[in-house]
């Protein structure tokens, strides 16, 4: 799966900036009446990934700006679309959230059928921010930085295989690019969820995966994970000693994931910008602003509006990724 160079950076320039800048940031509206009721968080992400991590950090500044209880509920599977699925078919009385990753607009890409539209299913709150990727092996494969781990894959084709946390899915593109990139061959093992991949990385049962910075760097602490690289132009203030792909020799190589919150179609404008404006108000707070700082995601949040551009533009843009890379749909 060769593709011509400059193909594969402008593929890989397409993977790299998320471009939130250029949509601008919304004002928080003012919050209307709450209702005493809990609200649901159905995340279509296992436990421990990085969507997983920044919910959970924020929840009790999101439940404090609603005036409302906030219950997380995990749901995995089909790369995000069991989830999310389930969370579309819930009734829009802005009792019945979900906070997304890439994975979402990629699904119509990567599966033959898909049971919702990814963005006129959904009524688009905000896109939140943006988080770093990081590149990992299991600490066995004799590989100390990226060049050394690329020598390791062309010399012995097909010998090292990698994880990722579902057909289609960011961390399965991400990989993929780097194959391409790279003109490595690995051979992908897919799994049910971000936990149960990096498990089996931990364990030496699969060889390398990418994962979200937040959801591996503790593994990484710990010794029980090596990161060659965050595919990224600088690098993580949360991860200082990780280099970026430009210093490990990689430059096109730039992946970032991104999270926004969304509920199911017809969620009442009203509700919208209660919902938002807690959301902008939850992410200022100085402890959620510090638990991102020490995950190392970016927050810049988006109005609506621009949320709702957005998805459509993620949507042709991974298209044409998933294009590019030769993946084939399930």
């Known amino acids: 799966m060769t593709l011509p160079r400059t193909t594969r950076r402008d593929a890989l320039h397409a993977m790299g900036a998320m471009g939130l800048g250029a949509i601008g940031v919304g004002a928080a509206s003012s919050a209307s009446a709450q209702s005493d009721k809990v609200v649901r968080f159905i995340l279509p992400l296992s436990a ?35 989830g999310t699925a389930n969370m579309i078919k819930s009734a829009p009385d802005g009792l019945t959230l979900s906070m997304v990753s890439n994975n979402h607009v990629i699904y119509p890409s990567v599966l033959k059928s898909v049971p919702f539209d990814p963005v006129t299913d959904i009524t688009p709150i905000a896109v939140i921010g943006a988080t770093p990727m990081v590149l990992v092996v299991n600490p066995r494969v004799a590989a100390t930085n990226l060049k ?20 289609g899915t960011i961390l399965h593109l991400a990989a993929e690019i780097f194959k391409d990139l790279t003109r490595t061959f690995s051979t992908h093992i ?15 049962q699969v060889d390398w995966g990418v994962g979200a910075l937040p959801a591996v760097a503790g593994q990484v602490k710990a010794g029980n994970l090596r990161a060659l690289c965050i595919p990224s132009l600088s690098r993580s203030a949360a991860a200082p000693d990780i280099p970026t792909s430009v210093e490990a020799g990689f430059p096109f190589y730039q992946v970032e994931g991104w999270f926004a919150v969304v509920g199911p179609k017809g969620l009442p404008a009203e509700q919208v910008r209660r919902i938002h404006a807690a959301f902008t108000t939850a992410f200022a707070s100085p402890e959620v602003k510090e638990a991102m700082a020490k995950q190392g995601n970016l927050i810049k949040i988006t109005s609506p509006e621009a949320a709702k551009d957005f998805f459509a533009t993620e949507l042709k843009r991974y298209a044409r990724i998933v294009k590019i890379a030769g993946v084939t749909p399930q």
């Open 190 to 204: 897919p799994y049910r969820g971000f936990g149960p991949m990096l498990q089996d990385i931990v364990s030496g």
């Open 48 to 82: 421990g990934s990085g969507v997983d991590g920044i919910i959970r950090a924020a929840s009790a500044a999101v439940s404090k700006a609603l005036g409302q209880g906030v219950v997380i509920e995990n749901q995995p599977g089909a790369g995000g679309v069991v």
């Open 148 to 167: 050394e781990f690329v020598a390791l894959l062309k010399a012995s084709p097909g010998k090292y295989n990698y994880a990722s946390s579902g057909n």
